[in-house]
């Protein structure tokens, strides 16, 4: 029965030991990660469009309740495929909902320190999912899976709560003939085909696109690569806990930083990427645990400046009026780091390493660095203004609308003198006597500022 059992070594044609149990493998529900990013990228811009329509805590508090209920359902799925629309699908649009909206208030909330306050509010996300990761195993272990999902979801109950702290600027204020012009629909319409004419935007989108091809790969596969250089497990999963940590602290020291008027904000960005790039391309000469804890360290700082500023520039570049589509747009383009892990898991199939892997991702963020250098060329060449038919002035570079000075031509200056300016007592009278008009002051006579000629007191005037 057995025929030549020597002459093919390391294989056993006989034993008298009974075979081993065929074990099944888990199926591998990586994809449901994958396919749950995705969607909050690819609902970046609906999530921004209804920001704008609805309001910023509407939308985030939808978002959270949609959470909540993925998750719920999740914890009772009877299978993989369940799993793919309540935690791939359901869980990445309430997501989408959740997250768009804090990153436009951050940037209009905040003005003279709009970086820090997107740093500060980016670290949380690094801290919390320090916690996450391992209060998450923790309740696998103790409660199951299930069981672990319905204590997340209790836990969404807090982003409810601070949903309705997204409260709504210019509260009260007068809606004017150029707000409702803004807000038209045909001027939305404008401002959204505008963005992809753009040449600053079209390059910004760009260089994000390549830079993030490669943002999750260290953070699915450097444990894994650690472990293919002989370093044990437990040590692997540290060189994840410095790259956290060092990210966490630099993205609110870096948005200190970027605050100040001395830092050139798209050059910090730009090096940030360089950087980043360069770590990458060190991976294949990095062979023992000590050097992928400094590659861990030096990536979380590098890392920072990149991801803190993407808001903040798209906000400085864009605008105030196309920062939430853009944001959405920017948010759907970053969805082409969902390919990055499978291209390493990839390489690693073919070349047995996921060295190839972390060196094409390098790579890509020096080219991105490189298409960083064009927008201030572009910007330089799009910064102009004309003159519509409606007597308002749109500028091209952030599409921002101003309506003409009544009766003055739109670009004349206001004398030094005419910044003095007095309102006549009867401003504290009743309106139904006399209507108030703020005059300006220039010597000794008074001139109407709407009219240009001087203004002689009436004899009621006289007598008060």
């Known amino acids: 029965m057995h025929i030549f059992p020597a002459t093919i070594p390391f294989r056993r044609f006989y034993t008298e030991e009974p075979e081993p149990r065929i074990i099944k493998p888990p199926p591998d529900g ?59 699908f359901l869980t990445g649009v309430g997501s989408s909902f959740a997250f768009t909206p804090g990153m436009i208030m951050v940037s209009q909330y905040f003005t003279t320190q709009r970086s820090l306050a997107t740093g500060i509010v980016m670290s949380g996300g690094a801290a919390g999912a320090l916690v996450q990761t391992r209060l998450h195993q923790y309740l696998i272990d103790t409660l199951g899976w299930r069981q672990s999902l319905r204590v997340f979801s209790g836990a969404m109950l807090l982003c409810v709560i ?68 002989g370093i044990p497990i437990h040590s692997a999963t540290n060189i994840m806990l410095c790259l956290g940590l060092t990210s966490m602290i630099s993205r609110i020291i870096f948005g200190k930083i970027c605050d100040s008027d001395k830092i050139n904000r798209l050059y910090f960005n730009q090096a940030s990427v360089f950087s980043v ?35 903040v520039l798209t906000f ?48 890509l963020n020096v080219a991105a660095s490189i298409v960083l250098a064009f927008i201030p060329l572009a910007k330089h060449s799009i910064r102009q203004t004309e003159r519509s038919i409606i007597n308002v002035t749109i500028d091209h570079s952030t599409q921002e609308i101003t309506r003409w000075t009544d009766n003055l031509p739109p670009i004349e200056e206001v004398p030094v003198e005419s910044k003095y300016v007095s309102y006549t007592r009867t401003m504290f009278r009743s309106p139904d006597l006399f209507e108030s008009q703020p005059e300006v002051y220039r010597g000794e006579e008074v001139v109407g500022e709407a009219t240009g000629k001087a203004a002689v007191p009436s004899p009621e005037e006289t007598r008060l």
């Open 30 to 88: 990586a994809l449901v990660g994958s396919i749950s990013y995705g969607f909050i990228m690819i609902c970046g811009p609906l999530s921004g469009k209804l920001t704008v329509k609805y309001g910023a805590r509407e939308i985030s508090i939808i978002g959270s309740l949609i959470i909540m209920l993925s998750i719920v359902c999740s914890s009772f799925a009877p299978s993989l495929g369940v799993l793919f629309f309540t935690h791939g």
């Open 162 to 229: 601070t949903g309705f702290t997204y409260l709504p600027l210019n509260k009260g204020h007068t809606r004017s003939v150029v707000d409702n012009l803004k807000n038209s629909p045909l001027n939305k319409f404008v401002v959204d085909l505008g963005l992809w004419k753009d040449t600053v935007f079209l390059i910004w989108v760009l260089a994000n696109g390549l830079c993030k091809f490669g943002f999750f790969i260290p953070y699915v596969h450097l444990v894994k690569h650690a472990v293919q250089l």
């Open 277 to 311: 790039g360069l770590l990458y391309l060190l991976i294949p000469a990095l062979h023992n645990y000590g050097s992928l804890v400094v590659f861990a360290l030096l990536l979380g700082v590098a890392d920072a400046g990149n991801y803190i500023l993407l808001p």
């Open 316 to 363: 400085d570049l864009m605008g105030a009026e196309r920062m939430p589509v853009a944001w959405g747009f920017m948010l759907t383009v970053n969805a082409v780091s969902c390919l990055g892990p499978p291209f390493a898991g990839w390489m690693d199939d073919i070349t047995g390493s996921y060295n190839l892997g972390f060196v094409v991702a390098g790579a």
